[in-house]
């Protein structure tokens, strides 16, 4: 039974490595910011290097109530550095390497006095900040040359904001949220729930965006566990496919794009996936054909593939178990169930009352581990809060059955198509040469499809009017390259923007 504790990660990382000293975390490649560190490590030497990185930063200048932005490359290292800044009390801030400068200095005049920490990655859009004058800036290649003497750990109190997040920026300039040891804790129990019904403590590889909500709680209810690690730097099909097929990992876990990203490459090199018994999708719903792919891919036995509905003002919160067997029974946007004494969810009209099962209105969630507020913008959060009820901003209905049915974001919702989501899976589930649609509003609010073709495949213009005919009425769609599809560091598509640009042009 997972008792409950809040959460310091670098005192959890503490712990674990004096209970785990020898257990792997595997890297994929080296990294700048842990130069002493090669690609398989031990909790014991990782956590060494941590020290060493929080004596260094405590000589730049760091100590305890500091926000310090880790704005840099996204892999594994940004979050080993924010563990080490905790050390000394610190807030970490989490904000995207691709975020621009002109975000940049927005988060600046939020915070006041901030550090950032960059790389050669995000160097040139830090020189472009115009509030370089609010932040002390500090490369990595610097942080290395300073003195590793040692200092007294000197935590933060449990109830205080510990860590900051953000937003996806979909809808504009992205919000910091902030978390407490305690809010994070609730968290951690919830996954660890799940991490227990694992009676294997083998490998887990995932490919998560290093500043989202979600990475610090995995990494830290993995180790508390002591499983084994293999965080991937990249989502590069053919990167993937050699790390896998190298270090044969027991679980893997990335954002529903990623999945939808790597689909062909389960149905045309499945041994690649063939050691994974455990699927996990990160805060999102996903389309049945993917699911089907890498299910199909494993040759453990009973493979499974865990749904995650979550938000990062809320943390996990509603979960489904897919096999290959109830794939046939499943929509991809039936999320299942909160977790009983964690999460649950609800549906409400705009005021906040409560629907009944079956009509459409605002997803609703309640978690023991929401997050405290948005840093300096209390205002907009309170928007969302409705007593111990947090509106998600998302849209959809409750089944008979009692789970969840996701259907779209609330400021994405058009008019004649009762879920865009919806559309948009079956639509990749019944056409194998697309890699992506996106469904978003042209100028008059009519429904604009935009696809992106899978790798190597040529679109198929019968199929597609074919596959449309009795659906509602779609326009001609636009073809982009999937790499071209504006995205979130999560990999969410960016439909507002997508919208914008198109009524600039005139679409």
């Excluded at 300073?146 to 933060?156: C, I, M, Q, S, T």
Aim: hydrophobic share 40%; charged share 20%.
């Amino acid at each position: 039974m997972i008792s409950y504790q809040p959460l310091n990660l670098y005192r959890q990382f503490q712990q674990a490595a004096e209970r785990f000293p020898e257990v792997a975390i595997v890297f994929d490649k080296t990294y700048q910011a842990f130069p002493e560190l090669g690609l398989e490590n031990t909790y014991a030497q990782v956590f060494a290097a941590i020290q060493q990185r929080a004596y260094q930063l405590a000589a730049a200048g760091i100590s305890h109530g500091d926000k310090v932005m880790f704005y840099k490359s996204p892999a594994f290292d940004t979050y080993l550095l924010a563990v080490a800044a905790t050390a000394l009390g610190a807030v970490p801030v989490m904000p995207s390497y691709h975020l621009p400068a002109s975000t940049l200095d927005v988060f600046a005049e939020r915070l006041e006095r901030a550090f950032i920490v960059f790389d050669e990655e995000t160097a040139e859009r830090v020189a472009a900040m115009e509030r370089r004058d609010l932040v002390t800036t500090l490369a990595v290649a610097d942080l290395l040359t300073f003195p590793a003497h040692l200092v007294a750990e000197n935590l933060l109190p449990e109830d205080v904001i510990q860590y900051m997040t953000h937003t996806s920026g979909t809808t504009g300039i992205p919000k910091l949220i902030c978390h407490t040891a305690q809010t994070m804790g609730w968290r951690v129990a919830w996954q660890q729930t799940i991490f227990e019904k694992m009676t294997e403590r083998n490998l887990l590889a995932f490919h998560i965006s290093p500043v989202h909500s979600r990475y610090n709680i995995g990494v830290s209810s993995a180790i508390g566990l002591g499983f084994p690690l293999l965080p991937l730097s990249s989502a590069k099909t053919q990167d993937v496919a050699e790390t896998l097929k190298r270090y044969r990992p027991m679980a893997l876990e990335t954002h529903p794009n990623n999945f939808v990203q790597w689909a062909q490459l389960a149905k045309n090199n499945s041994s690649v996936f063939s050691s994974i018994r455990y699927y996990h999708s990160t805060f999102d719903a996903i389309n049945i054909g993917t699911l089907r792919a890498f299910l199909e891919a494993s040759k453990e036995n009973a493979p499974v593939f865990m749904q995650v509905y979550g938000q990062s003002e809320c943390g996990p919160m509603i979960l489904r178990y897919h096999r290959l067997e109830t794939l046939g029974s499943t929509s991809g946007r039936d999320m299942g169930v909160g977790l009983s004494g964690y999460t649950e969810a609800r549906i409400t009209d705009e005021n906040g009352q409560p629907l009944p099962v079956g009509q459409n209105g605002h997803i609703q969630l309640l978690s023991r581990g929401r997050a405290v507020t948005y840093y300096k913008e209390d205002a907009r959060f309170q928007e969302n809060v409705y007593g111990d009820w947090w509106d998600s901003g998302d849209y959809g209905c409750m089944t008979e059955e009692g789970t969840l049915l996701l259907k779209d974001r609330q400021v994405d919702v058009i008019e004649s198509i009762d879920s865009n989501l919806a559309l948009e899976d079956f639509l990749l589930d019944q056409l194998d040469f697309l890699s992506e649609v996106v469904i978003i509003r042209d100028a008059n609010g009519a429904p604009q499809p935009i696809i992106a073709l899978a790798e190597g495949a040529v679109m198929d213009w019968d199929a597609w009017w074919h596959q449309v005919v009795d659906l509602p009425l779609l326009k001609e769609p636009i073809l982009m390259a999937y790499e071209d599809i504006p995205r979130t560091a999560t990999m969410k598509v960016q439909r507002l923007k997508m919208e914008a640009e198109m009524k600039m042009k005139n679409l």
